[in-house]
């Protein structure tokens, strides 16, 4: 009977207060496990919103203990799995921890990035875990909600330009230069660096590792070889045909991402070039979507697990703790240049 009683509409705290013939703020102790609540009255109360199939209100509870134990999650796209491993990494601290998480996908779009943001302020969520797509038209929202006591970690890409949130990410100038100097290293002195390097501060950084490394070697920095892409296969793909097209001579590559690094990859093998005796591929974040090229290649890997899981703890003792940003340290995480092996992707 007391199913069917509630069964066309989401049960409430009142409705089981009713039921038991208790008030709603004694039923909410006894979920809480309050201390000035009996044994009995609280197994009555667990039985009943059992067989009510209650709920807690998530978000009224949140308006009470101002704590909703929701991070939000921005992402910029899932279809690269250093992405999907980072949030990985994310959503299972966060469980571990008494936390949920949403996770948001912003296309690198700040007109989309803004609304996911407006939206887990208006949730009520105690934190996010930032990948910003960019530019600073959405400063003034991070800074207001950050202002509400919205925590804000940056994970992968830094925020700096007068706002001092606290990053987890690895060293892109030291990696980028590594990486370029692999490729050195095997006799190349042609090295494209494909990819967008200005605006945020992880393509300027890997962009500045990439000419110290040059500059290191004694190589000629030369304009031609640096091509601004956006970050999609087809217009790298694109991009890289021109290159071809136009004669100029390129024997390895920097790749600032798995999108990237595909779609001139796809290019290359379509003209007929050896890969890697002709062209060697560099690229950063050991991409799933790069393995389908079915080519070998060297990767910066970032331990995106491991990422995610300190950008979560880090959030998690701000929100806790209630210190000042000041008082916590940006985490480095370290990055590895590995040699990925052909694949055969039949």
């Known amino acids: 009977m007391i199913i069917k009683k509630y069964i066309r509409k989401r049960v409430t705290l009142k409705d089981v207060a009713n039921v038991l013939s208790l008030t709603p703020a004694t039923v909410s102790k006894a979920l809480s496990d309050g201390s000035d609540i009996s044994f009995e009255t609280k197994e009555k109360v667990k039985k009943v919103c059992q067989e009510l199939g209650y709920r807690p209100n998530?978000?009224?509870?949140?308006?009470?203990?101002?704590?909703?134990?929701?991070?939000?999650?921005?992402?910029?796209?899932?279809?690269?799995?250093?992405?999907?491993?980072?949030?990985?990494?994310?959503?299972?601290?966060?469980?571990?921890?008494?936390?949920?998480?949403?996770?948001?996908?912003?296309?690198?779009?700040?007109?989309?990035?803004?609304?996911?943001?407006?939206?887990?302020?208006?949730?009520?969520?105690?934190?996010?875990?930032?990948?910003?797509?960019?530019?600073?038209?959405?400063?003034?929202?991070?800074?207001?909600?950050?202002?509400?006591?919205?925590?804000?970690?940056?994970?992968?890409?830094?925020?700096?330009?007068?706002?001092?949130?606290?990053?987890?990410?690895?060293?892109?100038?030291?990696?980028?230069?590594?990486?370029?100097?692999?490729?050195?290293?095997e006799g190349r002195k042609n090295i494209l660096f494909l990819g967008p390097n200005t605006g945020l501060n992880l393509l300027k950084d890997r962009f500045k590792g990439y000419k110290l490394a040059l500059e290191k070697s004694n190589i000629e920095y030369k304009p031609e070889l640096v091509v601004q892409s956006f970050r999609s296969v087809d217009d790298s793909y694109k991009k890289m045909l021109s290159i071809i097209d136009h004669g100029i001579k390129i024997d390895a590559i920097v790749s600032i991402g798995g999108l990237v690094t595909y779609g001139a990859g796809k290019a290359l093998i379509e003209r007929n070039f050896s890969i890697p005796k002709d062209v060697i591929i560099g690229e950063f974040g050991d991409n799933d979507i790069v393995y389908r090229l079915?080519?070998?290649?060297?990767?910066?890997?970032?331990?995106?697990?491991?990422?995610?899981?300190?950008?979560?703890?880090?959030?998690?003792?701000?929100?806790?703790?209630?210190?000042?940003?000041?008082?916590?340290?940006?985490?480095?995480?370290?990055?590895?240049?590995?040699?990925?092996?052909?694949?055969n992707m039949d």
Request: with cysteine; glycine share 6%.
């Open 58 to 185: 998530l978000l009224a509870r949140s308006l009470i203990s101002n704590r909703s134990r929701i991070l939000g999650v921005l992402v910029p796209d899932l279809r690269i799995s250093f992405f999907s491993e980072a949030v990985r990494g994310m959503y299972e601290e966060a469980s571990r921890k008494g936390y949920e998480c949403i996770v948001l996908v912003h296309d690198e779009n700040l007109h989309k990035e803004r609304k996911k943001i407006e939206f887990l302020a208006d949730i009520h969520a105690d934190g996010i875990l930032l990948n910003a797509a960019g530019g600073k038209s959405n400063y003034d929202l991070y800074k207001k909600i950050n202002e509400e006591g919205v925590r804000i970690v940056c994970w992968d890409r830094n925020l700096i330009d007068g706002l001092e949130f606290k990053s987890v990410k690895i060293d892109d100038v030291d990696a980028s230069f590594k990486l370029t100097t692999k490729l050195i290293k």
């Open 294 to 343: 079915g080519v070998p290649f060297y990767t910066v890997f970032q331990f995106p697990y491991e990422m995610g899981k300190q950008s979560t703890d880090l959030l998690i003792k701000m929100i806790e703790t209630r210190k000042e940003d000041k008082e916590f340290k940006d985490i480095i995480i370290d990055s590895k240049i590995y040699e990925r092996k052909q694949i």
